[in-house]
């Protein structure tokens, strides 16, 4: 597939508007940890990752790869999102339990 078909594969039209989908300068980058803070103008996401395979360590350095930094208004709708993509993965697949001290909220 070409990029132009893949472009136009993944346009979509929201409430009159055509959206295109330019993946051209995409990156993908893995995070199993991520810290957010705010100000009243941002909300700055930092993701990285843990590589610390043994627990109980006194220190622990997470390698941060990407900051991400978008407006409270940008930040609600990513947030209506993603509680919405979690509903539905524990409807298809069963409640994610990430409740401090289990094994479950490690991964």
Do not use: H
Request: aromatic share 6%; with cysteine; charged share 25%.
């Amino acid at each position: 597939m070409s990029n132009d078909e893949n472009t136009a594969a993944s346009a979509e039209t929201v409430k009159g508007t055509k959206l295109k989908w330019d993946d051209s300068n995409m990156k993908s980058s893995y995070a199993n940890v991520c810290n957010v803070t705010s100000t009243r103008e941002e909300v700055v996401m930092l993701f990285g990752v843990n590589q610390a395979w043994n627990r109980g360590q006194k220190e622990v350095t997470i390698q941060l790869t990407d900051r991400i930094i978008i407006s409270p208004y940008a930040a609600k709708r990513l947030s209506m999102m993603l509680d919405g993509v979690v509903k539905e993965y524990e409807k298809r697949f069963g409640a994610l339990n990430v409740e401090p001290g289990t094994d479950a909220a490690a991964k």
